[in-house]
Structure formats: C-alpha cells, structure tokens
C-alpha cells in the first residue's frame, strides 16, 4: 500500500478523518445528509441506509448532496425529502477528486441546518477504505450501520416515469430485451461490442425487440431500438418492463435491479479487481449479493473473438430459458 494511503487510513482509524459529523441533535436528528459525490451506483446502493435511518427516524429531513450529472438517480429513492446538487462555483473538481474538507464544506453550504453529516464515499480521500470493503458493505459501515440490522437497497420507479414507459412499451409490444453495453467505471476487452452485436441479433431473429440503452442501435434491424436519449428514469422504467436484461455491471444495473429485483437480468463483469483491492470486480459489487433476485452474474475479458463467442452462446441459452418461461 503506497505511503499515502496509509497515511490516509490512519487518519480514518485514529478517528481525526470520520465519516459521521455530528452538528446538532446526534441521537434524534431531524435534518441528515448524506453526501455522494459520484456515481449512479453509489446513490442507488445508499438506499440500504436510508431505509434503516428512515425507519429509526420517521420525520426526519434527509437531503442527499451530489454532483449534478447524478443528481437524476435521487428520483428513485422516497426516503430522500430533498436532493442537491453542489455547483462548479462551489467545487470545481471532477467528482470523486473532492479532498475529505472539499465535502465537508460543500455539506455545510447546502444545509447549514444539519444535524447529522454521514460522508458515503471516500474515494479521494480515503480510497483504502474503498478498496476493503463491498459497495455494499462500505455505505454502511461509514454511516455506523451494524452488520445484524443491514437492509438490502430497494428503489422506487419514479410514477411519470412508469406511466411514460407503459405508454412506450404499448407502442412497442412482443417480448423485448432490454440491452446496457456501455460503462464508465471499467472497461471490457475490444471484442466486446461483438459479443453485444451477436446477442441482439439472436433476439431479432426470434422476434424478440431489443432496448439498446445506446444513442445509435447496436444493429440494423426494425426491431431494435436505441434509447439511450430517454431520460434517465425513463430508460430504467423500459428496462423494467421489459422481459429479460442483458448488461455490463454499471450504475443502470443497480437503479433496474433495486426497483424490481426478481427482473431477470444478465450481468458482466471484466476480469480483474477494483484498484488497490483483493476483492475483484465481481466481488466487489455484485448486484446478487445486494438482494437483485433475478440476476445471473457471469465474467469476461472478451480478449479474443473466440471468447465473445463462448460468452454469447452462454447469454443466449440463458435467455433462452427466461423467453420460454416467461
């Protein structure tokens, strides 16, 4: 472990970097934030936490404090009473580069009025805490959740979003395939977009429509759709609705599968681990072991042709049996 970041860890075991701040009423708060700088996923996974702390605290304000370009994943949790975003003017850095005073002073602008400050993500500033624990397991351990009364995240789709989307799916009828290929955490091998190629085209030949969440359709064909334009509640209200899901692990896997965990959902993950960690990706933040019922979870570096290939005709005989069954 590079000198810094132990130094860092040190300061978070010595308690002179904490995670909670107290600046009112500790024990029976009435205004909480939670601050997230960024990531779809993150937000998504902190509804573990809110549904402990909105069952211990029924009437309390809880505001979560994010950077704009995340500030849509919030619609999807009814614990939160408000959602904000923090302005250039405010931090200019990228989010995930805040230093641990960058969130605590953002926290103290937006809501001055706070009782609690939990900080959910320590990436920049303590990213050994990240590389030790699960997603799921990190948010809760900053937010002083014990392991015996952890809940699992659960997600709300927003009520226009349900609607817009049942209309959407009316105008595009028959079993559908909703399809995520695009990531920003990590990335896949070059043979990757092959592999997407291959499964949308067994759909379409079956008849079956596929929902590319991409700006352009990952083939040619009438019954594949690009809706990477939908707004982002939107495009998870499709996928939803739709009968199967066929995605690279990313934020949108965790928004679909929080808001109807039994959906079936193939999920993949590259090989290799978070940095710094033991824990590889699949580990990591493995959306089965968040409560997502219906997820089958598989692996690729999709180095070569010949493992695109294998990895297709693995999702096909998957989605083979949840087209039959469904």
Not at 166 to 190: E, W
Not at 260 to 286: I, M
Request: aromatic letters at 10%.
């Amino acid at each position: 472990m590079p000198l810094r970041r132990r130094a860092q860890y040190l300061l978070y075991q010595l308690g002179i970097r904490r995670t909670i701040h107290g600046f009112g009423d500790r024990k029976h708060p009435s205004d909480i934030t939670f601050l997230i700088p960024d990531s779809l996923g993150d937000i998504a996974v902190n509804a573990s936490v809110t549904r402990h702390f909105r069952a211990l605290f029924p009437d309390a304000r809880m505001t979560l404090i994010t950077h704009p370009k995340y500030l849509a994943a919030a619609e999807f949790n009814p614990d939160y009473s408000a959602a904000l975003a923090y302005d250039a003017e405010l931090c200019p850095l990228t989010p995930g580069e805040q230093s641990y005073r960058d969130e605590i002073r953002i926290a103290r602008a937006l809501t001055p009025n706070m009782d609690v400050l939990f900080l959910c993500q320590p990436s920049a500033w303590c990213d050994a805490l990240s590389a030790r624990h699960t997603m799921l397991e990190l948010q809760n351990r900053l937010c002083g959740v014990e392991e015996g009364v952890r809940l699992m995240p659960r997600l709300t789709l927003p009520s226009q979003a349900a609607r817009r989307a049942k209309t959407f799916r009316a105008a595009h009828g028959g079993p559908a395939v909703f399809m995520t290929r695009q990531t920003f955490s990590f990335r896949l091998g070059p043979w990757h977009q092959e592999y997407c190629r291959d499964v949308a085209q067994w759909c379409v030949d079956r008849g079956v429509r596929v929902f590319d969440n991409s700006p352009e359709p990952v083939i040619r064909h009438r019954l594949c759709s690009a809706v990477g334009d939908l707004p982002l509640a939107d495009a998870v209200a499709v996928a939803t609705m739709s009968d199967a899901s066929v995605s690279v692990r990313s934020g949108f896997v965790d928004l679909v599968g929080f808001s109807r965990p039994e959906l079936p959902q193939y999920v993949l993950y590259p090989d290799g681990n978070y940095r710094f960690s033991h824990l590889s990706w699949w580990e990591w933040c493995s959306v089965a072991d968040m409560g997502v019922t219906g997820a089958a979870e598989a692996s690729s570096p999709f180095r070569t042709g010949e493992e695109a290939t294998a990895a297709a005709t693995r999702t096909q005989e998957w989605l083979e049996g949840v087209l039959d069954g469904r």
